[in-house]
């Protein structure tokens, strides 16, 4: 029988949602319980793959190739399991679905309607997240703040979910502000009060607040929220600012929030295993060394653009007692007549060109690239930063002048990067990338069997584009070794130029395939060639 957690916000939204229900997935895992986690958006959008990172952060990508909420990076990065399709569910999935429903004739006869149709649409998911994953706990995330009218819905079938579970197998976390009022100098609960009051209306009746404050709240704080919300003191949890993300489990743990769950659950309270966690936290806090790694892309006003590749670096740094300092740097910037490459490069030991789409910036990109090449600065390309490595070398070491991707120039001259055959006649733009897990076998004697030591491998992929085997023979001839290959569709995955220090550059996402405790063996070598490079 699987139980149900169910993390709602409250009062503004950016309260650190995720990373609370995150943590408690963490936490019941440590006590030796299979957890598997899920996200409700509420906005129509079937997945977020359409939307402008600057709006919406990165799009993380799931094994099974779902496009998904960022949010699903930090699950698996705390939990260290692999989410999948049942993972994130938006108004737009559900509703489409029902409309399908409702044309092929599966509600012939009612009048299809929010409740019961879409509310059941909605129930369902999370059983069958329960179902496919097998999980005891599933911990589902409600995105949005209580109280906004697009995740009404979901509230209902939440409600509705208790009315039909009951109290022993569904627990509703609220994460809500204690927000401190200079000038009054006090820490203030009616936002709390206030929000819990619309969850109570809707018919839900939370078992955990979890407050985020600045610092530690009073007994008397606890007191008055237990008495004008309705429960025990106990399970008011603070969630006081951490200065990393990665610490807030311990912190939820020291006030026992996975204990007063798991009797909730009526579930065997197994003692917590937290030790490489805590190993983690001690590395962290103990950095002895650090490195400066520039990042190089087009949305660098938002890091949470590029929230996975910021998290791959450092992962790698703790590995090597080391602080990762990115300096974001705009490609755009880079583009400009007599900017001074080696003043903006000075104090940097590693560049990284991560993923992305369009025309904008491209040579910015191009130039940092180039500027690695020629300097022998470790370099890590990712995605587009593979097909920009491409371009550079083919532009200025094969002398192919007019080398581009159909991308940015469909009728250019020299696409060294076209469009995949099977995208050629794709219409819809939502979902038709090639997404997920495929295959690459690595050559051996290659910069990448030494990161990997393994010859086959699976990584997650979200592109159109590839490289054009046309010039494989010509870049080859001229010192890139192409030194990973899908070999079901003959198409390359991993690109380096052996004379050169380290670099790199690869076709997918090596960053959704890190963990804190394991970080991944591109970021791993590369950071470490960028500390050597010191
Ligand atoms: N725009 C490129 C493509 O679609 C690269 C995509 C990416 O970097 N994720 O192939």
Known sequence: MTKYVFVTGGVVSGLGKGITASSLALLLKSRGYKVFMQKFDPYFNVDPGTM??????????????????????????????????????????????VIEKERHGDYLGATVQLVPHITNEIKNKVYEAGITSKADIVITEIGGTVGDIESQAFIESLRQIQYEKGTSDTCFVHTTLIPYIIGSNELKTKPTQNSVKDLQNMGIRPNFLVCRTPFE?????????????????????????????????????????DELILKQFNLKENKANLKDWCDLINRMDNLKDEVDIALVGKYVEL???????????????????????????????????????????KNIQGILVPGGFGNRGINGKIKAIEFARINNIPFLGICLGMQLAVIEFAKDVCG????????????????????????????????????????????????????????????????????????????????????????????????????HKHFIACQFHPEFKSRPTRPHPLFDSFIKSSIDNK
Request: charged share 25%; proline share 2%.
């Open 52 to 97: 402008n990172p600057i709006q919406h952060g990165e799009v993380f990508v799931t094994y099974d190739g779902c496009e998904t909420d960022l949010d699903l990076g930090h699950y698996e990065r705390f939990i260290d399991e692999e989410l999948n399709y049942t993972s994130n569910i938006t108004s737009g999935k559900i509703y489409s679905s």
């Open 217 to 257: 709240t009073s007994d008397s704080i606890k007191e008055k929220l237990s008495l004008f919300c309705n429960l025990p003191k106990s399970n008011i949890i603070d969630c006081v600012d951490a200065k990393n993300i990665y610490e807030i489990p311990l912190n939820l743990h020291k006030q026992k929030i």
């Open 400 to 499: 192919i002048l007019d080398a581009n991707s159909t991308e940015f120039d469909p009728l250019c001259k020299e696409a060294v990067i076209d469009l995949m055959s099977n995208q050629k006649t794709v219409i819809n733009m939502g979902g038709t990338l090639r997404l997920g897990n495929y295959n690459c076998t690595i050559k051996k004697n290659t910069l990448a069997y030494k990161d990997y030591k393994e010859e086959h491998i699976k990584e997650r992929h979200r592109h159109r584009y590839e490289f054009n085997n046309k010039y494989m023979d010509i870049l080859e001839s001229k010192g890139m070794v192409f030194s990973g290959i899908n070999e079901e569709s003959n198409l390359v995955e991993i690109i380096e130029i052996p004379k």
């Open 303 to 345: 890091h949470d653009a590029y929230l996975s590749v910021a998290e791959s670096l450092r992962h790698a740094g703790y590995k090597y007692h080391t602080k990762v300092n990115i300096h974001w740097i705009n490609s755009e910037f880079l583009e400009k007549e007599n900017i001074n490459l080696k003043e903006v490069f």
